[in-house]
């Protein structure tokens, strides 16, 4: 699937569009260009004919040439266009700005309006307004910019109170500027694409409507010409031939449709917008990658990950970009395994790939996944669904968005119980209360809460339970208790043990928090950009990291620093995946850093049994860190 | 859940005033006066006169208005100024085919627009961008077009349909659907493509949700996480498009009652306001904030319905 033609097909769908509004500035500034008939010339002659070499796209009843009819009418079309236009985006803007800087009262005013507004027949009011002052465009339009500009507010408003929950909106509050200097500078134009959308909407829905209007017969009074009075012109005669409705027809649709790719354009640009598919069937491609080393010893790992490699499309250009490179680990049934490292180091994506579900739309690259025997980068669809849940379980980070929202929380832990072990809805039920006891939830109304009206600790626990129905072997927890206060945290990090004991689960615990995986953890992963940097026993770790990144890491840890001393911060940025160096990751952050280091890939070396480290001074490193 | 509906239907009758008063006001300001409109032009001016007084038009606007305002409350919307009809019986009587033909209309856009909007999210790839161009389209030929078209088509070309009528259901269900066909065909589609664009939106944005992520990762099938799941929490923002559409098929309505000749609001207030018959415009009016109200209520207890976080508050 290539990227590349659609866009192109877009960019001269835009093209198109843009061409067929200037023709039509064209019709209204120099009509004469495009025709060189008068509308009013009847010749009864030469009525109702079809194209013709005389009269290109026919003519009507009275054998007016309905070219020139299409061109003259134009101007009221655009003129009608523009008043709503206008009207509708300075009241919408102004009013949407308004409510959703200052909220409060205004807010609350505003809002009435605008639902005072959506009630409005429009249609309805327009017809009135019509009829009040017949015959003119420019009254009926305003009062239809009015009514539009209700949807405006909204949008707009919307907008700016996510807008005035940003940082720099603060910022510049700080700095001080006034609120009108603020929405000026700061909120206006960054909700100028928005504005733009909704405007072309708001232009092809006047069109429309315009149209409808001097169908009815509320439009310029006839002879003049307009798209709409053509139309019922067409009607009239419609038993003896179709033809005069396809012109105003085609004009209006293709009107409507140039404002509408164009306001779909301004959005792409704005917004970068076409989603792929989230659920997307699983991806054929991955049977092509080539096997990883061959691993028949007759280890105990419950997981053994060799070589996982995985790539993300890149969000403008679609191509895929690595961004985890030969992650290597393994856990043992019953450990719990800190996978550790700072935001965008590849730890959570290395954890969903486990699980086959690579985030953003990316894909496992190479490598292996071995779970009880079964290589999961190659696992088919049935294989799958023994796995997940049942196998392996999920906990997320956010667990107040973990569940269906919709549904009870009882009702969703029966359910998983009943697709993992088949059993009838009764004991699902009871099953489901012995889940939530097991996660320390023994108040039986929890089950009948819906997810929202759990606190965040709870919903964790609920969260928890959910991933336990199926029994699996293994949990992946993926920063399970960085949305929570420290004392729910330390209870939920205390029953993960316990859980893990009892069952003897082995879980894998995704974290940045070294004072979780303190608490927590048998062994750990350290990931930088991309690659394991260091695998070794917590003990290790916090005695005598041998990665210069883990040090580092260990030193920035806030609850290790020491009072009344800065907390040391690990200088420089890590790389973001695409601009890798070749050698050594770490290379420009690091003190102790050699021409060597930088000339080629660094391997992971033993430097004791089973713990090993990415960094060629990892012999020196040995003596150089005091043992305390 | 009470409370929601309460404080709508509480909000819905300054909405009310609100709208018949700016109706009232801009009907008054109609250039030309309506005694001259009905005597005729060669009429004397103590004719005039008498019939201003007769239909109180000599009084002040606000009064004018507070008199409507406590007629209307009773139940008597006045009489048609032109036909003399009462404009409650008459507009009553009108009330079936616009309610017909949105309600199908609809229940129509409802189906195929979330039919296609759902597997275009689900499926992605072709389909859909095959939405997105068909919404477009979709928005692009006016209904009132399509109508002329079908009635071309399928009326005057192969009389399949009937180009014009209306046939009570009580009298005969199927007819009534026979000559509502086309009609339908005419308002379904803008309203279907919105409703696609918007499920598929909706969808999309479920899709991206993080408890779908745990429930594909903890073995939940793809099927039932889309049947059972996302297509119930993504319905909130479609329910409210419909909402939002049914709205606009009654502005759709009186240009495609004008085409297909249907005895419905839309015409009625069409004619009326051609011909500045007041009090039948006024209770067009009326009714047709009345039906945006019902729509919007009918919104809020669906959403209840499918939303705890609505139903608890």
């Known amino acids: 699937m290539t990227r590349a033609p659609r866009q192109l097909a877009r960019t001269s769908l835009t093209v198109l569009a843009t061409l067929w509004l200037g023709v039509l500035a ?242 792409d640009r704005t917004t970068g917008a076409w989603s792929t598919s989230k659920l997307a069937r699983p991806n054929r491609r991955r049977s092509r990658i080539a096997s990883g080393e061959a691993d028949v010893s007759a280890s105990p790992a419950v997981l053994k990950v060799r070589g996982l490699s995985a790539a993300i499309p890149d969000r403008v250009t679609f191509a895929p970009r690595t961004v985890v490179t030969d992650a290597s ?167 993960l043990r316990r859980l893990s004991r009892d069952r003897s689960m082995a879980v894998l615990l995704v974290t940045h928090d070294l004072g979780v995986v303190a608490q927590l953890c048998d062994r750990v992963v350290v990931m930088y950009a991309g690659q394991v940097v260091e695998r070794c026993t917590t003990d290790e770790l916090f005695t005598g990291p041998r990665h210069p990144y883990s040090a580092a890491l260990l030193a920035a840890d806030p609850s290790r620093a020491r009072f009344g001393q800065p907390l040391p911060v690990i200088a420089g940025t890590a790389p973001v995946p695409g601009a890798w160096p070749r050698g050594c990751r770490m290379a420009d952050r690091c003190s102790l850093v050699t021409d060597q280091c930088r000339a080629a890939e660094v391997p992971l070396l033993e430097y004791a049994h089973g713990s090993v480290a990415r960094c060629i001074r990892v012999a020196e490193r040995q003596d150089a860190v005091p043992v305390s | 859940m009470t409370r929601l509906v309460l404080r709508r239907l509480a909000w819905s009758v300054p909405m009310l005033l609100v709208i018949t008063l700016l109706s009232f006001v801009l009907v008054s300001l109609i250039p030309g006066d309506t005694a001259r409109a009905i005597l005729g032009p060669s009429a004397a001016p103590e004719q005039i006169d008498a019939v201003r007084a007769q239909l109180g038009l000599d009084q002040p606007l606000l009064q004018q208005y507070l008199s409507w305002l406590g007629r209307a409350i009773r139940g008597d919307l006045g009489s048609s100024l032109l036909t003399g009809v009462d404009v409650s019986q008459l507009v009553n009587a009108r009330l079936a085919p616009t309610l017909s033909l949105i309600t199908l209309a609809t229940l129509s856009a409802g189906v195929i627009g979330v039919t296609l909007g759902v597997q275009s999210a689900v499926r992605g790839g072709r389909l859909g961008r095959l939405v997105d161009l068909a919404s477009m389209s979709g928005l692009a030929v006016p209904g009132f077009a399509l109508a002329l078209l079908l009635v071309a088509v399928f009326a005057v070309r192969w009389p399949l349909f009937p180009a014009t009528g209306y046939v009570d259901f009580a009298s005969s269900p199927g007819q009534w659907l026979h000559a509502l066909v086309l009609p339908v065909a005419a308002a379904c589609p803008g309203a279907a493509t919105a409703v696609a664009k918007q499920a598929r939106d909706a969808t999309l944005d479920v899709l991206d949700r993080e408890f779908v992520r745990v429930m594909q990762a903890n073995g939940v099938p793809r099927r039932t996480i889309i049947y059972r799941h996302v297509l119930r929490n993504a319905a909130g923002p479609v329910v409210s498009l419909l909402g939002v559409v049914s709205a606009s098929l009654l502005g759709a309505a009186v240009l495609i009652e004008n085409v297909f000749a249907l005895p419905g609001l839309g015409s009625a207030a069409a004619v009326a306001a051609s011909q500045h018959d007041l009090p039948v415009l006024q209770g067009a009016v009326v009714y047709f904030t009345l039906i945006v109200i019902v729509i919007g209520l009918l919104v809020d207890l669906v959403q209840a319905w499918l939303d705890p976080k609505v139903r608890l508050r």
């Open chain 1, 329 to 495: 680990f393994e856990i043992d049934p019953g450990e719990i395994v800190g996978l550790v490292g700072e935001s965008g180091s590849g730890k959570t994506v290395t954890a969903l790939s486990v699980l086959g579900l690579t985030p953003g739309g990316g894909t496992v690259t190479g490598g292996s996944c071995m779970f009880e025997g079964l290589d999961l980068v190659r696992a088919t669809a049935r294989q799958w669904r023994d796995v997940r849940g049942r196998g392996i379980g999920y906990v997320a980070q956010d667990s107040a968005l973990s569940l269906d929202p919709s549904l009870r929380v009882g009702a969703q832990l029966a359910a998983a119980v009943r697709r993992h072990t088949g059993v009838n809805r009764r004991v699902a039920r009871s099953r489901a209360a012995e889940l939530l006891a097991a996660v320390e939830l023994t108040d039986p109304a929890v089950a009948r809460r819906y997810p929202h009206q759990l606190s965040g600790g709870m919903a964790q626990r609920a969260a928890i339970a959910y991933a336990l129905a199926g029994s699996p072997r293994l949990l992946i927890a993926d920063e399970p208790t960085t949305a929570l206060d420290m004392t729910v945290q330390a209870s939920i990090l205390a029953l």
């Open chain 1, 26 to 267: 064209v019709a209204v500034l120099a009509p004469g260009l495009l025709t060189g008939r008068d509308p009013l010339e009847q010749d009864l002659t030469a009525s109702l004919q079809t194209a013709t070499g005389e009269h290109l796209l026919g003519t009507d009843r009275l054998g007016r040439d309905l070219l020139s009819r299409l061109v003259h009418g134009t101007g009221t079309v655009l003129w009608g266009v523009a008043v709503a236009v206008v009207v509708a985006v300075v009241l919408g803007t102004v009013l949407g700005l308004i409510a959703g800087y200052f909220g409060g009262l205004l807010d609350a005013a505003v809002m009435r309006l605008s639902d005072l507004l959506f009630a409005v027949p429009g249609i309805i009011l327009l017809l009135v307004v019509a009829s009040t002052f017949p015959n003119d465009v420019t009254i009926a339009m305003t009062a239809f910019g009015v009514i539009m500009a209700s949807g405006l507010i909204r949008v707009v408003r919307g907008a700016t109170r996510s807008l005035r929950a940003e940082q720099f909106i603060a910022a510049a509050k700080v700095a001080g500027l006034s609120d009108a200097q603020i929405l000026w500078r700061h909120a206006l134009p960054r909700l100028l694409g928005l504005v733009i959308v909704q405007a072309s909407l708001i232009a092809a829905v006047t069109v429309v409507t315009q149209a409808g209007l001097a169908f009815l017969g509320f439009g310029p009074p006839p002879p003049a010409p307009t798209w709409g009075g053509l139309m019922d012109e067409g009607r009239a005669v419609m038993a003896q031939s179709a033809w005069p409705l396809l012109p105003p027809g085609a004009a209006v649709a293709l009107t409507v449709l140039a404002f509408l790719l164009i306001g779909d354009a301004v959005r």
